[in-house]
T-cell receptor, first 116, second 113 residues
C-alpha cells in the first residue's frame, strides 16, 4: 500500500526567506504526486502536481517541487516566503484503490508559520 | 457559485441527533468524494461516487450514510454519532473517478457532544 511521510510537523521561517518542505512517498509504481495547501477554516487548494515528464514542476503562488525517484521524494520549495503563505501543507500520492477509483493518500501535513 | 461548496460550514449535534451534510460542485465533474480530517491525522477517504454510483466505501461505520442523487450533489447523512466522529468533513470532486486531480470544498466542521 502507498504511504506519504512529511517529516516536519511544524516549520517556522522569516518572511523573505526560502522554504523547503519535505515529502517522501512509498509506492510500487510510478506515482502521481500532489501538494495541497490548507488555510485555516478552508478546504484544500492544489498547489502543483506531477504526473510525468519534467521532474521540476511549477505551481501557483510561486511554488515549485522536484520529483526525485531515487530518493522517493517530492519536496516543495519557494525562494521567498510571504506572510500569506502561512498555512498547512499536504503532500499526497495518487494510486489505484481496490475498486479502481483513483485514491489520494495524504501525509500528516506540515504547519508553516511565517515570522514578520 | 463556483467550485465546490459545502453546507453547513459548522455543525454541533448530540449523539442522538440526525443531521445531513451537503456538498455541491459546479465544475461539471462526474466523481465526488467524502473525506474525514481529524486533528493530527492524515485525511481519510470515506466514500467515492462515480456517475452517482458508489465505488468505494473505506470501511466507514454505518452511522455515516452517503447519498448521491446526481453528479453535482453529494450528501452525508449522520445518525447516532460518537464524540470521536468530531472532525472536519471535506467534499471533493474530480472529472472522473480515474482522475487523481481532486478539487476540495471548504469543509464542514462537525462537533458531536
Amino acid at each position: 500500500a502507498q504511504s506519504v511521510t512529511q517529516p516536519d510537523i511544524h516549520i517556522t521561517v522569516s518572511e523573505g526567506a526560502s522554504l523547503e518542505l519535505r515529502c517522501n512517498y512509498s509506492y510500487g509504481a510510478t506515482p502521481y504526486l500532489f501538494w495541497y495547501v490548507q488555510s485555516p477554516g478552508q478546504g484544500l487548494q492544489l498547489l502543483l502536481k506531477y504526473f510525468s515528464g519534467d521532474t521540476l514542476v511549477q505551481g501557483i503562488k510561486g511554488f515549485e517541487a522536484e520529483f526525485k525517484r531515487s530518493q522517493s521524494s517530492f519536496n516543495l520549495r519557494k525562494p521567498s516566503v510571504h506572510w500569506s503563505d502561512a498555512a498547512e501543507y499536504f503532500c499526497a500520492v495518487g494510486a489505484l484503490s481496490s475498486g479502481s477509483a483513483r485514491q489520494l493518500t495524504f501525509g500528516s501535513g506540515t504547519q508553516l508559520t511565517v515570522l514578520p | 457559485e463556483t467550485g465546490v461548496t459545502q453546507t453547513p460550514r459548522h455543525l454541533v449535534m448530540g449523539m442522538t441527533n440526525k443531521k445531513s451534510l451537503k456538498c455541491e460542485q459546479h465544475l461539471g465533474h462526474n466523481a465526488m468524494y467524502w473525506y474525514k480530517q481529524s486533528a493530527k491525522k492524515p485525511l481519510e477517504l470515506m466514500f467515492v461516487y462515480n456517475f452517482k454510483e458508489q465505488t468505494e466505501n473505506n470501511s466507514v461505520p454505518s452511522r455515516f450514510s452517503p447519498e448521491c442523487p446526481n453528479s453535482s450533489h453529494l450528501f452525508l447523512h449522520l445518525h447516532t454519532l460518537q464524540p470521536e466522529d468530531s472532525a472536519l468533513y471535506l467534499c471533493a470532486s474530480s472529472t472522473r473517478w480515474t482522475s487523481h486531480e481532486q478539487f476540495f470544498g471548504p469543509g464542514t466542521r462537525l462537533t458531536v457532544l
